[in-house]
């Protein structure tokens, strides 16, 4: 089955404590891009990665990192985690950015920084 | 820059009955559209897309919209809801030229009773 997977879906955590949420992809896309969903912000982008070793900046990306040593992971790291960081995170990928727009989407991981 | 506005933060409405909501863009180039529907707990799913062509698009399980270029608007539309509607739907967008990464309304709520 053709799926996007992040783990972990739920996780609290504390200030400073750094913390990984892996993105895994099968249906070896090019492009992966993670969001934050906010209420009344709706989705805004983190960082996005056109192919292996290829990554940039979106529009929200102070304080995360992301790597794509491989095709198929993305993972997004928060290195000192604030409770600004608290939301509701989402890992995407397409064929190829932006041909046709069609997003495939992870079921997200909530977060909450304390 | 490209910017989605959905001016609707929520949409009560009864089962069977029609139901609009609304999407503004802003863009000085040629844009691509789409609407991407979030049921509880889920990640997004694409619903529709407008690329070029025919103006009025469809989905398979009801729901159009129609580009208006004149109006720069993409509102969607189902002549008779169903509790299985109840979800959040996002307008997006993706400008044809630049970074053509898709930018994401703050959505809408759709809320349909019995």
């Known amino acids: 089955e053709a799926q996007v997977t992040q783990n972990p879906r739920y996780l609290i955590t504390v200030t400073g404590k750094k913390l990984t949420v892996t993105c895994s992809q099968n249906m070896n896309h090019e492009y992966m891009s993670w969001y934050r969903q906010d209420p009344g912000l709706g989705l805004r982008q983190i960082y996005y990665?056109?192919?292996?070793?290829?990554?940039d900046k979106g529009d929200v990306p102070e304080g995360y990192k992301v790597s794509r040593k491989e095709k198929r992971n993305f993972p997004l790291i928060l290195e000192s985690p604030s409770p600004n960081q608290t939301s509701l995170y989402f890992c995407?990928?397409?064929?190829?950015?932006?041909?046709?727009?069609?997003?495939?989407f992870g079921e997200g991981s909530r977060l909450t920084v304390l | 820059a490209q910017s989605v506005t959905q001016l609707d933060s929520q949409v009560p409405v009864f089962e069977e009955a029609p139901v609009e909501l609304r999407c503004n863009y802003s863009s000085s180039v040629s844009v691509y559209l789409f609407w991407y529907v979030q049921y509880p707990n889920q990640g997004l799913q694409l619903l529709l897309k407008y690329l070029s062509g025919s103006t009025l698009v469809e989905s398979i399980n009801g729901f159009e919209a129609e580009f208006n270029k004149s109006q720069t608007s993409f509102h969607l539309r189902k002549p008779s809801v169903h509790i299985s509607d109840t979800a959040e739907y996002f307008c997006?967008?993706?400008?044809?030229?630049?970074?053509?990464?898709?930018?994401f309304g703050s959505g809408t709520r759709l809320q349909v009773q019995p």
């Open positions: 997006a967008v993706i400008e044809g030229t630049g970074r053509r990464a898709l930018t």
């Open positions: 995407a990928s397409s064929f190829r950015q932006g041909t046709t727009g069609e997003l495939f």
């Open positions: 990665s056109m192919n292996v070793e290829v990554t």
